[in-house]
């Protein structure tokens, strides 16, 4: 004899070796043959059922670990499309649009637009939807979703996965133009901002260790500088200048100049100047004999300076290897 539950359906369970999931399947074999599937997965902590009617209708309800719960009602047969209901883990019940996604594959979309400075509002706007869709559909991916501030002047949005603990927090300060994003997953924590000059900053820092690497970019003054800071509390400042705002520079030979010295003080390569110059390079003559007065064009000059912070002494150093 089958087992059967207060319902009288035949039921039965089986449990995933690799991933411990439970799934208990009962089935009405007495009545309307309707089938309902539920499946708990302890190492996402999410629970899905299916129920499947007499007739063909579908519905998949599942519980995710960020207290919503997103359900999906297909109808049997007939031209009708599946509609999802979300409900927040405050109660708030949203139905999603026909082009908006359940399953997260829209998540990485919808980060990338608030890393930009998109707030809630003008993303929703942007994709003809209601910001509660938008909320919901990161609901739906098992996300957490705070916003805080005022729309045209600090707004900050926070975007948690429980189920991995990787936690995204959004600023953007409209008076002053600038923005940033913060995503700490692990002990990893990575920074991008962008002030209100066009100076972008990339940091990623070891939470544990204290190690940190920093880059700054100042399209105003052509500068690139990486600040790198090692675990012993070393901080090393690599500071490259573009010269002459990136155009190319005509320097005129004086003597005692050769083409090594020219192309090391202005940060490039032998093979560099022979593309800028090929007429020196092309002669029988020996490449690194110039006479005064001549001219050789440098492409890509920059000036690096370096200075090294250990126990409260810096030590700065002038060097030119080519950084680009």
Avoid at 14 to 37: F, H, K, N, P, W
Avoid at 42 to 63: D, I, L
């Amino acid at each position: 004899m089958p087992i059967r539950d207060d319902l009288g359906r035949k039921e039965t369970t089986s449990v995933d070796a690799q991933t411990g999931a439970i799934t208990t399947t009962l089935v009405d074999d007495l009545g309307d043959g309707a089938v309902t599937e539920r499946t708990t997965n302890p190492q996402t902590r999410e629970t899905t059922t299916t129920e499947t009617s007499g007739n063909g209708a579908v519905t998949v309800t599942s519980n995710l670990p960020n207290g919503s719960t997103v359900q999906t009602v297909t109808p049997a047969g007939g031209p009708a499309l599946p509609v999802t209901t979300v409900t927040a883990p405050d109660g708030e019940v949203t139905t999603l649009a026909q082009s908006q996604t359940a399953d997260g594959s829209g998540v990485a979309a919808i980060e990338e637009q608030l890393a930009a400075g998109k707030s809630i509002d003008e993303i929703a706007e942007a994709s003809n939807l209601t910001p509660e869709q938008v909320i919901a559909e990161m609901n739906a991916a098992g996300l957490e979703v705070t916003q805080g501030g005022d729309l045209g002047e600090t707004l900050q949005i926070v975007v948690t996965d429980p189920n991995t603990g990787r936690t995204a927090t959004y600023n953007n300060d409209y008076q002053h133009g600038s923005r940033s994003a913060t995503t700490t997953e692990g002990s990893t924590e990575t920074t991008s901002m962008v002030d209100g000059n066009g100076v972008t900053t990339q940091t990623e820092r070891n939470t544990e260790t204290g190690e940190q690497t920093t880059t700054i970019v100042d399209p105003v003054n052509n500068t690139e500088t990486k600040i790198v800071v090692d675990k012993d509390g070393r901080r090393t400042e690599t500071i490259v200048e573009t010269l002459s705002d990136g155009e190319p520079i005509e320097y005129e030979v004086k003597p005692g100049d050769n083409l090594s010295d020219i192309a090391e003080a202005n940060g490039v390569t032998l093979d560099d100047l022979a593309e800028s110059n090929p007429e020196l390079f092309t002669t029988p003559r020996d490449p690194d004999l110039i006479h005064p007065g001549e001219t050789v064009v440098i492409d890509g000059a920059t000036r690096t300076t370096v200075n090294v912070t250990f126990n409260g002494y810096t030590m700065t150093t002038r060097r030119t290897a080519r950084s680009r």
